[in-house]
């Protein structure tokens, strides 16, 4: 069984829907974080949480949420979904409670959203 | 601002070369530096982690190299496989344990 899972796989959706995507970890990590990746944009950051206490908003995190429910568990909500946000999204994993540690993160297979 | 660039953006080579995939860097002020594969439609998937205070890493026919000064990091595979055939992203560690990734570089090995 995969370590980090995301669920849905595909979403498609219209413009103004709420969405949320889900992504659960055996890894025992009590770092996660949320990605989008574009084509010709690379990947980057949207949220990322280092317990369930502590939430943090990445490079892009307008127009998302996020809430951490257990340490295995981290969900990404578009609250009213618009085109600019179709993109293949994941779920990362890492090590490290402490801050200035740096460990290597685990991805999820991801979630192909597309808004109409 | 840390800036990732891949160079070069696409690959081609037959079966059987070695290859060097290059990643630069614009702050050399970082943490880590991790490479990534990632196949069509599918997640990203660890390659190797090199940490600041090393100069190499290698796990099989791969082998990383990292010098911060520079803002460079290389990824050398040996005797390519058209089962290497992927996309390769190298991504920095920055502070906060936050990762900025560059654009990758496609890889296609022919038989």
Redesign the interface.
Known sequence: DAD?TQTPRNRITKTGKRIMLECSQTKGHD?M?W?RQDP??????IY?SFDVKDI?K??ISDGYSVSRQAQAKFSLSLESAIPNQTALY?C?T?E?RL?G??????????T?LTVL | KQEVTQIPAALSVPEGENLVLNCSFTDSAIYNLQWFRQDPGKGLTSLLLIQSSQREQTSGRLNASLDKSSGRSTLYIAASQPGDSATYLCAVHNAGNMLTFGGGTRLMVKP
């Open positions: 980090v770092r974080y990605y010709g944009l690379g990947l980057r950051l990322y943090n990445g490079e994941f990362a890492s490290g801050a540690s740096y460990n290597e993160q685990f991805f999820g297979p991801g192909r």
